[in-house]
């Protein structure tokens, strides 16, 4: 098996103070270091005092021409660094074509953890952190956008999305509208930079507030999950479990199902539609 290996190294998302001893020595140690942006990474590593071997880019345009240019590096040996501008390589930046093409041939893949925006958004939002979900960027087009949020209008955990500053405000705009304007929502704009802010409010004050344009900067927006419902009443799935019952169902396997699917209490619904059907 080849001692070499891909290493996915976190950088700075704002202070260059956040870097890590580790991601020095990496950066020095690297065969290779294949950065989205190679003028940014070697502007980092002048502020870090180190010299990488060898820079090569490594962006969306020719990710998949290079993976097995990097590839062939980690199978004589080499060690592959693979950094983004800001934060973890291969969340919603290059890298993850290198991982799954690295794993499937059982060469090793690790990691040099550190800052993260979609971590360090959702702790400073204020909103529920024990169960949360990463969307990435939001479409771009209208109706695509709207359609990814109507599905996720029954999302009950935190929700983290990058958003580009100019289209934060119909990014707002279309969450309000399909998640609803109170739903709970913080923007977390240059974070951990001179101008860090972070705003919090109901998507739809959030929105009246981007709405002019005027946000700048790396942007990171947190929405709070659906609303427990509860399950719904009992009275109002009797119709359902009837109607199960007529089409050949057994009443008590109608409302087993029933039950299965909206989390109400199966005997009371069975009792509630045996005693409708009665009388």
């Known amino acids: 098996m080849s001692s070499g290996r891909v290493v996915l190294a976190a950088t700075p998302i704002g202070n260059v ?13 690297a065969d290779v270091v294949a950065a ?40 004589d040996g080499g060690t592959v660094l693979v950094v983004s501008d800001a934060g973890m390589p291969a969340v919603s930046d290059p890298g ?18 550190g ?18 979900t990463f969307e990435g960027f939001l479409p771009r087009r209208a109706g695509e956008r709207a359609r990814a949020v109507a599905a996720l209008a029954g999302e009950r955990r935190t929700m983290v999305f990058f ?26 704009r240059e974070l951990t930079k001179t101008y860090e802010e ?13 709405a002019d344009g005027h946000v700048r900067g790396e942007v990171a927006v947190v929405v709070g999950g659906a609303p427990d419902q509860g ?29 299965a699917a909206t989390g109400a209490a199966k005997r009371a619904l069975y009792e509630a539609a045996l005693a409708r059907r009665r009388g």
């Open 17 to 29: 103070a956040d870097a890590s001893p580790r991601l020095v020595a990496a950066l020095a140690e």
């Open 36 to 75: 989205e942006d190679t003028r940014r990474l070697l502007a980092l590593a002048r502020r870090l005092g180190v010299s990488p071997r060898r820079v090569v880019s490594h962006h969306e345009h020719n990710e998949a021409e290079r993976v097995e240019e990097l590839l062939a590096v980690v199978r």
């Open 96 to 113: 993850f074509a290198l991982v799954r093409a690295a794993a499937a041939e059982g060469l090793t893949v690790t990691v040099v953890p």
């Open 115 to 132: 800052p993260s925006a979609v971590l360090a958004a959702l702790a400073v939002s204020g909103l529920p952190t024990d169960r949360f």
């Open 163 to 188: 958003e580009a500053p100019h289209r934060l405000a119909p990014a707002l705009a279309a969450l309000a509208e399909g998640l609803g304007a109170d739903r709970p929502a913080a923007v977390c």
């Open 198 to 210: 972070v705003r919090r409010g109901t998507l739809g004050e959030l929105a009246a507030w981007a």
């Open 231 to 259: 399950p719904p009443a009992v009275d109002d799935l009797v119709a359902e479990v009837l109607a199960r019952a007529d089409a050949g169902e057994r009443l008590k396997d109608a409302a087993a199902a029933v039950a």
